[in-house]
């Protein structure tokens, strides 16, 4: 069709599995192919496919978007010992979602899509909150030992000369724990200036927080590292687009993010972002309508759903059910993707598109059509509950009277 609209560059598209792999399809057949001359690098991130080419597939799709600079992904299965069962797996392949951002390194930013008739559970939240969160180190790459009973433990580095910097961390009289963690300059640096660009973009207030009164070398290091990029490199930047930097402890930014109005970009050290973004997503009214988008320092982006793979829902499927599984996110994903591959190639009528077909999808569910689980949540007076492709046609009627 020649009125379809055109394309620069490909986008990297990452598909995967279960239900959400239906809902991939159902999108780009009834909201996008109709209407968008697409263009994409296919990567099958199915758990079947990412076995069968020993998981090169996933390091492969993660290149392509260092390549090409914009991804959409579909959610996938992180094996555990169940899913090596049932799928018949060489091995239990790591986390995908893991490796691409190890690729990338990057920053996830999560954002609540807002509608009418769904609201907060804090009732002075008028604006989205997005959670940054530094997907790198601390805890989740720690070194832990049980400790049976009396001893001293020690945190020993060993310079590359062989000096040894000791401290001791308890002189044990009985059982414990310990353990230790680390971060790099570098990585906390590039989680700094990817918080910091993704403000600027997004023309929001960026707040960060640490416990830099009690941890006074580790997380002072993330505060210090922040103050210092901001003020080398964006306190002029922030100034000219009239938002606002602003560092405090982080007990004092939960108590400030409860009574806000909302409306800013939260950075949040990894354990911090891990806890806060399911606090934000319940609190924001469901984990199906909440945005993800991993920001690399070198300005690479991927989109994706912040959701699973809606397992439970996939076997009804599978059981030739037609299910109300909610597609919000994951078409939100795509509409991010295609309004960046727009901004980036300067294609206007693209980036535009992406804004008609998401203020669609905001109508849809304003006038209340949706699925099971907004249904479950909402307090519009007329509600009717319907299944994901009748969900999908009612977006697309809208869309064309756009
Ligand atoms: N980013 C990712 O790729 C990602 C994230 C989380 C989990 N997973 C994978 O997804 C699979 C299922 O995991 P899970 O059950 O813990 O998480 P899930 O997000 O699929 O489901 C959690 C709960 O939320 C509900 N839910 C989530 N999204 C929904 C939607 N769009 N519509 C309606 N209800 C929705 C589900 O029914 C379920 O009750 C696992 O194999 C896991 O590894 C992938």
Redesign the pocket.
Known sequence: MADKIQMKTPLVEMD?DEMTRILWKMIKDILILPYVDLKTEYYDLGMKHRDDTDDQVTIDSALATKKYGVAVKC????ANAA?VKEYNLKKMWASP?GTIRAILDGTVFRKPIMVKGIRPLIPTWEKPITIARHAYGDIYKNTEIRVEGPAKAELVVTGADGKETRRTIMDFQDAGIVQGVYNTDKSISNFARSCFNYALEQKEDLWFATKDTVSKIYDHRFKDIFQAIYDADYKEKFEAAGIEYFYTLIDDVVARVVRSKGGMIWACKNYDGDVMSDMMATAFGS??MMTSVLVSPDGCYEY?AA???????YYRYLKGEKTS??PV?TLFAWTGALRKRGQLDGLTDLADFADRLEKATIQTLEEGIM?G?LVAVSTLPDKKKVNSEEFLEAIRERLEER
């Open positions: 995967g959610a996938t299965i992180t899913r979602n984990l199906a994706e959701h699973g793979t809606v397992q439970r829902h599984t909610n996110a699925t689980d």
